[in-house]
């Protein structure tokens, strides 16, 4: 069984920064890609930033030069650096990522539970 586990999300004032992290555990052989999502009361999930397993990157141009996703391999987590924050990303961040199990022959895509972001204005 895998988990992906989110941690990082809480109430900030908008101008500053939070750092989210989303951790993968259970039988994995490897991680391919990995990315985050946001869902805001009354919106459609989106997509913020994505990451391959080699490093390259995708970002909504509503985050672009403020936010950052990296990852450790070794360590299957994966990072979002937000700084700037503003009252618009206030949402539930997920985390997402496709996975190949240690006993699977195919990838599966698993996605976190969700930590809240909160930007007050």
């Known amino acids: 069984q895998v988990q992906l586990v989110e941690s990082g999300g809480g109430l900030v004032q908008a101008g500053g920064s939070l750092r989210l992290s989303c951790a993968a555990s259970?039988?994995?052989?490897?991680?391919?890609?990995m990315g985050w999502y946001r869902q805001a009361p009354g919106k459609q999930r989106e997509l913020v930033a994505s990451i391959a397993r080699g490093g390259s990157t995708n970002y909504a141009d509503s985050v672009k030069g403020r936010f950052t996703i990296s990852r450790d391999n070794a360590k299957n987590t994966m990072y979002l650096q937000m700084n700037s924050l503003r009252a618009e990303d206030t949402a539930v961040y997920y985390c997402?990522?496709?996975?190949?199990?240690?006993?699977?022959?195919?990838?599966?895509?698993?996605w976190g539970q969700g930590t809240q972001v909160t930007v007050s204005s």
């Open positions: 259970g039988s994995i052989f490897s991680i391919d890609d």
């Open positions: 997402n990522a496709y996975v190949l199990p240690a006993v699977a022959v195919l990838k599966h895509n698993y």
